[in-house]
C-alpha cells in the first residue's frame, strides 16, 4: 500500500494526476541518512520516506516526504539538510565504488562523468493551521533593507515544496487513485459538519487497505478509536469490501462500549465510596442491607452527597 500511495502522491504533484509512475518502478530507501558533520564526526538524519525512482532500468530520482501535523519556522533549512544528505549519500556511494574498483579522483572526489540522481523532496501538511511559516530560505533571513542589494545576489535561495492536503481543490483530490484520496478528503470537509457526516455516511466511499488507512485516520485526527476497531474491521475485509458507512458505524459501537465502560466505572466508583464512608461510620448492618436494597442505597448516597 505504501507504494501504491507513494506512486499516487508523485503522479498527482508532479504529473497532475497522469500515471506517470507506477508502484512497480518504486524502490523504498532506508529512512536514516549518514553524514559528517563540520567536525568530521559522522551523524545521521532521519526522513520520513524516501523513494528511488527507476525506470527501463535506470534510476530517475530520488522523491523524498516528510510529514508535518504542525507549523515548523525552521522547514526551508531543515528541508535543504535532508536534500544534502541524499545527494551526501549518492557521493559516498560512488566514493566507495571507485575505491573497490581502484579508480582515484583525489581533489575532484568523483569522476567527470559520474552524475548524481535528482533529489526531489516534498513536505506533506496534514495541519489545520494556515502555514505562515517561511517557504523560503530567503524567509528566515534578516537583510537590512539597505544592504539586500548587495547581499541577496550571493545567496542561493531555496524554496520548500510544500503540499497543504487540506487546501486541495476537488478538482485535484478527484487525480488521486489510492486511499489517500479518502485522506485528503477527509482533511477537506473535517471541520463541516455536514460535509463530514456525508463522508463519514458514503457507502460507495471505499477503502482499498483499511488497517494503514485507520493508522493514519488515528494519527491526523487524534481519535484512538480509529485503531481500536482495526480487528473488526479486518473481518469485514474477510467478507468483502470495507466503505467509509462500515467504518463509522464500528466508530459509534466503539464510542457507545466506551460510553457504557465509563458509566460501570463512574457507578462502582460511587458505590466503593459508599461503603467506604459506611465502614468508617461503623454502620456495618446498613453497608449489608444496601448491597441488596437499591433503593436505601440511593437514599445512602443521598446522605452522604454521593
Not at 510529514?67 to 535543504?80: A, F, K, L, Y
Not at 516534498?122 to 533593507?145: A, N, Q, R, T
Not at 510544500?162 to 479518502?182: A, P, V
Not at 457507545?256 to 463512574?266: A, R, S
Request: aromatic share 6%; glycine share 6%.
Amino acid at each position: 500500500n505504501l507504494f501504491i500511495v507513494f506512486a499516487d502522491i508523485i503522479n498527482v504533484n508532479m504529473y497532475d494526476g497522469k500515471e506517470v509512475v507506477s508502484p512497480k518502478d518504486l524502490e523504498l530507501l532506508p529512512s536514516e541518512m549518514i553524514f559528517r558533520d563540520i567536525d568530521g564526526a559522522l551523524g545521521q538524519r532521519n526522513q520520513d520516506v524516501r523513494m528511488l525512482i527507476r525506470q527501463a532500468g535506470m534510476e530517475m530520482a530520488v522523491v523524498c516526504t516528510e510529514n508535518q501535523s504542525g507549523i515548523c519556522n525552521t522547514m526551508p533549512v531543515r528541508d535543504m539538510g535532508y536534500i544534502y544528505c541524499n545527494y551526501n549519500e549518492q557521493i559516498r556511494r560512488i566514493k566507495c565504488e571507485n575505491r573497490e574498483k581502484n579508480r582515484n579522483f583525489f581533489a575532484k572526489e568523483i569522476g567527470d562523468k559520474q552524475k548524481l540522481v535528482p533529489v526531489i523532496s516534498f513536505i506533506l501538511y496534514y495541519g489545520e493551521e494556515e502555514w505562515k511559516s517561511p517557504l523560503s530560505l530567503m524567509d528566515m533571513l534578516d537583510i537590512p533593507d539597505d544592504k539586500k542589494d548587495l547581499i541577496e545576489p550571493f545567496i542561493q535561495n531555496h524554496h520548500i515544496h510544500i503540499i497543504i492536503l487540506s487546501g486541495q481543490d476537488g478538482e485535484t483530490r478527484k487525480k488521486y487513485k489510492s486511499d489517500f484520496r479518502n485522506i485528503v478528503d477527509y482533511l477537506a470537509c473535517k471541520n463541516n459538519r455536514g460535509k463530514l457526516e456525508a463522508y463519514m455516511r458514503d457507502a460507495s466511499r471505499k477503502i482499498e487497505h483499511p488497517e494503514e488507512f485507520l493508522d493514519l485516520m488515528g494519527s491526523i485526527s487524534n481519535d484512538a478509536r480509529y485503531r481500536k476497531i482495526v480487528e473488526s474491521i479486518k473481518k469485514h475485509k474477510e467478507k468483502g469490501e470495507v466503505s467509509m458507512c462500515i467504518i463509522a458505524e464500528e466508530l459509534e459501537n466503539r464510542g457507545i462500549e466506551k460510553g457504557i465502560e465509563k458509566g460501570m466505572e463512574k457507578g462502582m466508583g460511587r458505590i466503593n465510596l459508599l461503603n467506604a464512608k459506611l465502614i468508617d461510620d461503623k454502620r456495618t448492618e446498613e453497608l449489608i442491607r444496601s448491597a441488596k436494597d437499591a433503593v436505601l442505597q440511593r437514599k445512602l448516597m443521598k446522605e452522604y452527597g454521593i
